[in-house]
């Protein structure tokens, strides 16, 4: 291990723990992931979208 180094190579890191939290409460709820991108979602014309300064 380098001199500089404070935490062991195997040591989880807070954004890793972070991930898995958020992973394990995706997977125990009944959330449904989109399987396209991001841009593929909300370029569906069938999705409804506010606009404008008010929602709805």
Partial sequence: M????TH???AATPRVL????????LLASDA???P?????WS???ARPAATGHLPG
Avoid at 18 to 25: C, Q, Y
Avoid at 36 to 40: E, K, L
């Fill in 43 to 45: 370029a569906d014309p």
């Fill in 18 to 25: 972070t991930t898995v939290t958020e992973l394990a409460g």
């Fill in 32 to 34: 449904a992931l989109f």
């Fill in 2 to 5: 380098p001199a500089h180094a």
């Fill in 8 to 10: 062991p190579p195997h």
């Fill in 36 to 40: 396209g991108s991001w841009s593929a």
